[in-house]
DNA sequence: TCATGGTATATGTTTAAACATACTGAAAAT
DNA sequence: ATTTTCAGTATGTTTAAACATATACCATGA
C-alpha cells in the first residue's frame, strides 16, 4: 500500500483522495474540457477501493467542481460557482412558506436582439435572437418582484412554450437541459423611474437585485437572470437596538 | 418520441429510503429533540443494508436537515434553515475573488445588556449581558460593510478574545462551538444617518442588508449577525438594455 | 441515407462484513 | 468527592464484488 500522506497523520482515505483530486482539477487540462481520469483507474493508481475514490469525488460534485454523466464520465466545471441547484428558488419558497400567495402581474415572452453586454456573457454575436421573458411577480396587494431571463440560443427555447409552469421542469422536459449551478451577484440600487412604475414605489426607494447566470449540467450557459426585488418585499427583518 | 413513464416503480433504493426519512423527520417527536433512530435500526427494519440507508441520510446532512454525531446518534436540526456553511463567507469572499483587498476601519468588542428583540431571538431575560462586536470593513478606498454580532451567552464568548482571526476557528478552538448553518434574510433598506455616517454615504442611500441567525451543530443559536453593506459596494452587476 | 440494434464503457446501485473511533455513562481507583 | 478506566454504542471508514443503466460509437440492414 502506498502511503502518501503529507500533512495529518491519519486522515481518513477519501478525504486524503479528496485532497488529491482537488489539485488535479486545478491541472489546466482538465480545465478546459478534457474528460476527468475515469474512478476506477484512479483506484487502481492509487492502490485504493473504488468506493473510496467514489466518495471523494461526490464531495466534490457537491460542491460543484465536478460533474459527472453516467456512461460518459466525470468532467470538470470551468467556472468559479455559487450557489447550489437547491438554493435556487430559496426567495420564492422563502416567501411561499412566509405564507404568502405569488400571483403573476404580467408574463411576457419574445425574441429580442442580444444587447452587447448579454452578447458576451453569453459569448454569441451581438444582435443574435434570444428569448426574454419577463415576469412581474408579487403577493395579492402589490408587485414585488420584476424578473427578467434571457436564454442561451444553445437551449433551443422557443416562444410557444409554456413558461407558466417551473422554469427548471420546462428545461429539463422540453428542452432536455438539466440545470444545476449559477452564480449570482447580489446589490441593492436606487430605483430608477421604469423600476419604480412597475413595482409600484417611488423612484430612488431600495431595491434588491440579484443577477444570476444559470449553467446546466455540462458545465454551459443557460440563462442570464435579472431580478428586482422592493426593498421591502422580500424580508421582515429586526432591526435591533439602532 | 418519448414519453414520460411513472417516475417511482424503479426509483434507487437509497432514494425511496429518503423519502421515507424526509417523512420521518416531520413526525414531532424528532422535531422537538428526541434521537433520531440509528441507521442500524432502519436497515434491518427495511430489510436492505446498512450502506443504502447511509447515503439515503448523508444526503439529508448534506442538506443541513439532519445532524450526526459519532458515538451519539442522529438529531433533527430543529429550525427551517437556509444557508449551509459553505455559503457561510460567500460575500467576502467573493470580494476577495475580485482581488480586493479587505481592511478593518473598525473593531469594537464590548459587553451589552441584550435589547428585547435579540433577547426574544435568543431565547434569554432581556438585559442579560452579551458580547457584541461591530466591524466596519471596506478596501482602501472606503468602507464597504459595517457588520454587528451578537452571541449567545452559552457559548461563553469572551471580549478577551483574539477576534481578528476567522470567527469560525475562533469558536471552534477556543469555545468548542462548531458553527454549521445559519438562517437568514436579506433585504434592502435606505440609509438611516447613522448607517450613512458609517458607510460614508448619504442618507437615504439604498444599502443591502443580511440578518443571520447562526447555529451550532447541535442546532442551537449561538450568533445573531446584522450586516449593512453599500448597495455600490458589493456588486459590479452588468446591467442589461434598460 | 437513415434508422436499428448491439456492444463497450463509465457511472450508478446495492450488499455484506470487518474494523476504527468518538462519545456516554457507570464502575473502579485515587 | 474526584478522577481514571473501561465497556457499550452509534457513527465513520474501507474493501470487494456483482449487477444495473445511460451514453456513445460502430456496424448492419432497409
Redesign the interface.
Known amino acids: 500500500m502506498k502511503w502518501r500522506i503529507d500533512p495529518d497523520l491519519t486522515l481518513p482515505l477519501h478525504q486524503q483522495v479528496e485532497k488529491i483530486i482537488r489539485t488535479l482539477v486545478e491541472k489546466p487540462e482538465y480545465q478546459s474540457g478534457l474528460m476527468f481520469p475515469k474512478e476506477v483507474d484512479i483506484a487502481n493508481e492509487l492502490g485504493i477501493a473504488r468506493n473510496t475514490v467514489r466518495t471523494a469525488i461526490a464531495k466534490l460534485v ?2 460543484g467542481i465536478l460533474v459527472r454523466k453516467k456512461g460518459v464520465g466525470t468532467m470538470v466545471v470551468r467556472k ?1 460557482l ?1 450557489t ?1 441547484l ?2 435556487w428558488f ?1 426567495f420564492t419558497k ?1 416567501m411561499e ?1 412566509k405564507g404568502r400567495k405569488i400571483i403573476n402581474y404580467r408574463l411576457e415572452v419574445k425574441l429580442v436582439k442580444a ?1 452587447p ?2 452578447a458576451e ?1 453569453f459569448n454569441i454575436k451581438p444582435d443574435t435572437r434570444v428569448v426574454e421573458i419577463t415576469r412581474l411577480r408579487g403577493d395579492e396587494e402589490k408587485p414585488l418582484l420584476l424578473s ?1 431571463s ?1 436564454f442561451h440560443p444553445r437551449t433551443k427555447v422557443q416562444i410557444e412554450q409554456d413558461f407558466t409552469r417551473p422554469l427548471y421542469k420546462v428545461l429539463e ?1 422540453e428542452n432536455n437541459v438539466y440545470v444545476t449551478l449559477s452564480r449570482e ?6 430605483a ?1 423611474n ?1 423600476l419604480a412604475e412597475n413595482l409600484q414605489i417611488k423612484p ?6 440579484r ?1 444570476r447566470t444559470v449553467y446546466s449540467s455540462d458545465g454551459q450557459i443557460v440563462e ?1 437572470n ?1 431580478v428586482f ?1 422592493r ?2 418585499g ?9
Chains 1, 2 share one sequence.
Not at 204 to 209: E, F, H, K, Q
Not at 234 to 242: M, Q
Request: aromatic share 8%; hydrophobic share 30%.
Open positions: 457537491q460542491e468559479k455559487l447550489r437547491d438554493h430559496s422563502e412558506e444587447p453586454e448579454l456573457i427578467i434571457w422536459e451577484d447580489i446589490s441593492a440600487i436606487a430608477t421604469d430612488g426607494d431600495p431595491i434588491l437585485t443577477n442570464y435579472q426585488y426593498g421591502d422580500i424580508s421582515y427583518s429586526v432591526e435591533i437596538g439602532r
